[in-house]
């Protein structure tokens, strides 16, 4: 079992910066894919960014891209996610999860935190 806790999210204004933070505990390993999903109302969930290979690989959703920097420290078992030049529609519950390399989905998932960008 793996458990997931997010932390880091608040109010900030638009065009503004936040870190979020994933601690992972259980049974973790360096292997594992992490990423970072966010579900705003109204709307289903949606996939922001991972990263896995330890580190070595990353990738983004479109609307992120260029704004957005997922990292580990694999030390600390911690994902982070760096977010710049932040926009009202980045506003959204976010969601840490987690996945061994064979599996295709993700299967651990943390409780959120709440992120919420003003105009």
């Known amino acids: 079992q793996v458990q997931l806790v997010e932390s880091g999210g608040g109010l900030v204004q638009a065009g503004g910066s936040l870190r979020l933070s994933c601690a992972a505990s259980g049974q973790t390993y360096i292997s594992d894919a992490m990423a970072w999903f966010r579900q705003a109302p109204g709307k289903e969930r949606e996939f922001v960014a991972t990263i896995w290979g330890g580190g070595a690989h990353t990738n983004y959703a479109d609307p992120v891209k260029g704004r957005f920097t997922i990292s580990r420290d694999n030390a600390k078992n911690t994902v982070y996610l760096q977010m710049n030049s932040l926009k009202p529609e980045d506003t959204a519950v976010y969601y840490c999860?987690?996945?061994?390399?064979?599996?295709?989905?993700?299967?651990?998932w943390g409780q959120g935190t709440q992120v919420t960008v003003s105009s």
């Open positions: 999860a987690a996945r061994r390399p064979i599996a295709t989905t993700y299967t651990y």
